[in-house]
């Protein structure tokens, strides 16, 4: 059993959705962002989506955006992200997801970095930019390596490529709920229940959904229709609230357990 | 050059790949969006009403076609090939971005979307797409830095005064990047029913094939015309290189004969040893970015570099993907003109032929006179003149302190 259905499996049993929680590494300096993970794993999310700073993220609104900037500015590498993930490794058993766009992949290179992730602790790779028509590029190596790719749907996905995209997936699909980039919103589309139905039906593995959402009564309701909620812009947004970075780091954890309560 | 016959009239493949560059490296919830474009082009363009319309447009809106124009005291002058300029610096609004914008505007109101929306740098493809869009009747909405704003006065009042919503971006350097963001992101709200003009031949599939196509007018035009005026084609095709819209346009037609040298010239700054250039082919390496592969300008971490040349229309750290696929089969050759050579080609080109160029296109003018000399008095350069230099008389006067 991976990690990943180690997770699921004792969220059932527990009777509550998983609790996905995206982090900018290095943002705002890489042992601060380090302190966050382990106070955000210690106050239950679930999965760690490990956001990897690019410049030209395409997906991402102006809160992830930003986080990006200023880890870039502090000089976080992929290689630093890497180590940090080994290191945070030896406290948690939690699935770890690298969360990248394709280039700073590329540059690294990709048999190298699937070696590394792999002894490293990261369990899987959701490269944003890559969608289905391009996932041969990466699938052999990580395969072959054991690296799980975490698939995306949209709202605008048409079912039969849904299909496609959900066929063979491992570890979790990832549903974006709202049009738009990454960043918290004040409602769910209407819509919301009748697209994740149609997605867990053809899944092979449990379907998580994020985008768009903040406070935990939103993740509750998600977490309806969903097997699990991913948050990110509004932890992200939850750090610049106090300059102190403990104090900031508390407030976050605090954030993160009323969310991880929301889904119980 | 290659002496292999290439095919070139099926480029991109379907998945939007040339060679192995290209493709559409998107977010899944782009997907959709882009096979929309992808399927309403294809479509629409095979429709003798939408084919009418942008051939009209182009006749009398633009003044198509833009002559071609054998300069003579500027040859007599480098004493050897005699050059040529296709003069895209005639057309309405002053430069070859008309072309794509009437397309993509045109394309925009028959998919029936509502808005169409860009971002801009120095303001010309904010100024070319806001002219489409008052023309068309589309609404539009122009993204810009708040530095670019108070420095391009001339191109935020064009503008505002042809009616364009003119998004002032205030976030990170408040310059083209911090644009682009902020016009995607408004963009991706609403995919469906917003348009993303690009503002040449690269980002994901279609774009690429798109652009070039609505530019490769230029190429068809300056072919039969220097078939009429010289009873032959040119030895060689220059155009210059940022992005890739106008040397594709003119390209386009030329790639299948063989004999004709076809040159891309990009941007070496303040010199290549300097790293100060925005010279992607000659000095990049293979990666992704927005959307797209291609040779970019990048770290060793993947990030892309800051880039600079004197014209800002070029400085782009990728390059569209068919010119990397030109330059790997080896039958377009790509070289460099740094700043100085640049404004030279302006002075010269100026004070000879009284053709003020703009700075992007005075780095071709400036290749063919470095080689013209070297050629025999027979041969004949073809350059594209892909816009005209009002815009850059200011900074001319400055960095040249001419009173």
Request: negative net charge.
């Amino acid at each position: 059993m991976n990690r990943f259905e180690n997770i699921f499996a004792q969220c059932r049993r527990e009777n509550r959705k998983a609790l996905v929680a995206y982090v900018t590494a290095g943002n705002p300096n890489l042992p601060v962002s380090e302190k966050l993970i382990r106070a955000v794993l210690e106050s239950g999310a679930d999965i760690l989506e490990l956001g990897v700073p690019f410049s030209d993220p395409m997906a991402d609104g102006p809160v992830i955006q930003k986080a990006g900037q200023i880890a870039l500015r502090a000089g976080t590498t992929l290689p630093d992200i890497i180590a940090m993930a080994g290191r945070l490794r030896q406290h948690t058993d939690k699935p770890m997801v690298l969360f990248s766009y394709y280039n700073v992949m590329l540059a690294y290179g990709l048999e190298k970095l699937a070696r590394d992730c792999v002894a490293n602790g990261i369990d899987a790779w959701l490269t944003v930019d890559v969608p289905l028509e391009e996932r041969e590029e990466i699938r052999p190596t990580a395969e072959r390596a054991g690296i799980v790719l975490i698939p995306l749907v949209s709202p605008a996905t048409p079912p039969e490529r849904m299909k496609t995209i959900v066929a063979g997936a491992q570890g979790f699909v990832y549903y974006i709920t709202v049009k738009g980039v990454t960043g918290a919103r004040t409602e769910l589309p209407a819509d919301l229940s009748e697209h994740l139905d149609t997605l867990r039906r053809l899944s092979p593995v449990p379907v998580v959904a994020g985008f768009g959402i903040a406070p935990p009564e939103m993740a509750a309701t998600t977490g309806q229709y969903a097997d699990g909620v991913v948050v990110g812009s509004a932890i992200v947004r939850s750090m610049e609230q106090y300059a102190d970075h403990d104090q900031a780091i508390a407030a976050t954890a605090a954030f993160v357990h009323s969310l991880a309560d929301a889904l119980k | 050059m290659s002496p292999k016959k290439q095919e070139f009239a099926p480029m991109p493949d379907k998945n939007g790949y040339f060679g192995k560059y290209g493709g559409q490296y998107i977010p899944e919830n782009l997907k959709q969006a882009m096979d929309d474009i992808d399927h309403a082009y294809e479509e629409i363009i095979r429709r003798q009403d939408f084919q009418d319309e942008l051939d009209y447009l182009f006749k009398y809106y633009v003044g198509r076609p833009s002559p071609i124009y054998h300069c003579r005291r500027l040859s007599a002058q480098c004493g050897g090939a005699q050059i040529y300029l296709k003069r895209e610096d005639l057309n309405h609004t002053g430069a070859h971005k008309i072309n794509h914008c009437l397309g993509e505007a045109l394309l925009a109101k028959y998919m029936n979307k509502t808005k169409v929306i860009a971002e801009t740098g120095a303001g010309q493809h904010g100024v070319a797409l806001a002219t489409a869009c008052a023309l068309v009747g589309i609404k539009c909405e122009i993204h810009m830095g708040e530095i670019d704003i108070q420095k391009e006065h001339p191109n935020v009042c064009k503008m505002k005064i042809l009616g364009a919503d003119l998004i002032s971006v205030t976030r990170g350097t408040k310059t083209l990047k911090d644009a682009v963001d902020s016009a995607f992101e408004e963009y991706l709200r609403n995919p469906k029913d917003f348009f993303y003009a690009i503002g040449s031949v690269v980002g994901p599939h279609p774009f690429p094939k798109m652009v070039r196509d609505f530019q490769s007018i230029v190429g068809r035009e300056a072919r039969e015309q220097f078939l009429e005026l010289t009873g032959g084609l040119p030895d060689a095709v220059l155009a210059c290189v940022g992005g890739g819209s106008n040397a594709m346009g003119i390209f386009t037609a030329f790639l299948d004969d063989e004999n004709v040298r076809l040159i891309g010239v990009e941007p070496a700054g303040h010199g290549l040893e300097t790293g100060e250039h925005a010279a992607s082919i000659s000095k990049g390496t293979e990666g992704v970015i927005h959307g797209f592969r291609c040779y970019l300008m990048q770290n060793e971490k993947g990030e892309p570099l800051p880039v600079y040349s004197i014209a800002s229309g070029l400085d782009y750290p990728g390059v569209g993907p068919q010119h990397c696929y030109l330059k790997d089969i080896e039958r377009v050759e790509y070289v460099t003109i740094d700043d100085k050579e640049c404004l030279d080609a302006v002075m010269t080109l100026s004070q000879r032929e009284g053709i003020i160029p703009a700075l992007e296109s005075a780095h071709a003018v400036a290749y063919a006179m470095k080689i013209a000399g070297d050629l025999p008095r027979e041969q004949t350069l073809l350059v594209n003149l892909s816009g005209r230099g009002d815009k850059d008389l200011d900074f001319i006067m400055k960095v040249l302190d001419i009173n």
